[in-house]
């Protein structure tokens, strides 16, 4: 987290925040539009309701809870008044699980989760990276965070398999780096497939909490093993959801970085696969947004 830029970024946002709104209102209506959908931000929203366009929300998080989460300041307070009364007009604010409780909302409609329902591809991925058949894959992704890994003590072998790991680029290069002897180390980007397709054909995912890859690994039934995120403000609606409806461990920052994982994995690949949860989230929007529409 970068507080301080989050600040700068926040005080600017927020600065002649009245003339802003009328200014984004006036060209609103100069385009003609009608209605006004976000996700999840709330100047377009407070522009939408002066210009007394309807306007909705759809997000499994608010930025409101986000920046109480983070600043406590006078300044901050009134940043999260304006995102708060933004979000509290708005029709509708549609909420796909796992969402932030954010009970404060009247007008919230909880919909099921929205996500790609991969298809299983383990022949070609085997094929295509020339693993052995008999192989556990596991898929490491992070999401974009910069998190330091040492796969010096990642397990090569469980129950009596080899286990191979899918990594990116970025990452693989860090172990070769180490000097670490890399057949069961693979370029993820080398798969040659669509992102919810890999996470269907592998028998672990290793990760940290989002939204996407939660709902879109539950979307097949795949295993995770994530690392705590204890400082981002919807982690635990998220890992609540995955431990009700998945099967997942989770392992400090510390682990993660020594590479001291290797009973969680034995524990969760010793399982069945769980049954898949159906992501029909999308549809359920789409249903009230085409009657929000026709309004």
């Known amino acids: ?38 996700d999840v931000a709330y100047l377009p929203l407070a522009a939408a309701q002066y210009a007394a366009i309807p306007s909705a929300v759809i997000c499994s998080l608010n930025w409101a809870e986000v920046i109480e989460r983070y600043f406590s300041s006078e300044q901050a307070k009134y940043w999260k008044d304006q995102a708060r009364q933004a979000y509290q007009q708005a029709k509708v604010f549609i909420q796909p699980a796992p969402s932030m409780p954010m009970l404060w909302l009247d007008n919230r409609l909880p919909v099921a989760p929205i996500g790609r329902v991969g298809r299983c591809q383990r022949e070609a991925l085997i094929a295509r990276l020339a693993l052995p058949a008999n192989c556990y894959i596991v898929l490491v992704g992070m999401g974009g965070m910069a998190l330091s890994l040492s796969a010096r003590h990642w397990a090569n072998e469980l129950h009596g398999r080899p286990v191979h790991y899918l990594l990116p680029d970025s990452q693989l290069a860090a172990i070769k780096d180490e000097g670490i002897l890399a057949p069961y180390f693979h370029a993820a980007s080398h798969a040659d497939l669509m992102y919810h397709d890999l996470m269907a054909s592998v028998d672990l995912m290793i990760t940290k909490p989002g939204y996407g890859t939660f709902v879109e690994a539950a979307a ?47 524990h969760l690949l010793n399982q069945e696969r769980y049954p898949a949860i159906s992501p029909s989230g999308a549809d359920q929007a789409a249903d009230y947004l085409v009657s929000f529409l026709d309004d």
């Not at 970024?9 to 209605?35: C, I, N, P, S």
């Not at 409806?245 to 682990?255: F, N, W, Y």
């Open 1 to 38: 987290m970068d507080l301080n830029a989050s600040e700068a970024a926040y005080t600017a946002l927020h600065d002649q925040w009245d003339l802003k709104v009328e200014a984004l209102a006036t060209w609103l209506g100069q385009q003609h539009v009608t209605h006004v959908l976000t």
């Open 220 to 266: 097949t039934g795949l295993p995770l093993l994530f690392v705590a995120r204890d400082d981002w403000p919807d982690s635990d609606s998220l890992v609540q959801w995955i431990e009700k409806v998945g099967l997942s461990a989770q392992i400090s920052r510390d682990a993660l970085a020594d590479g001291k994982f290797s009973c969680e994995m034995e």
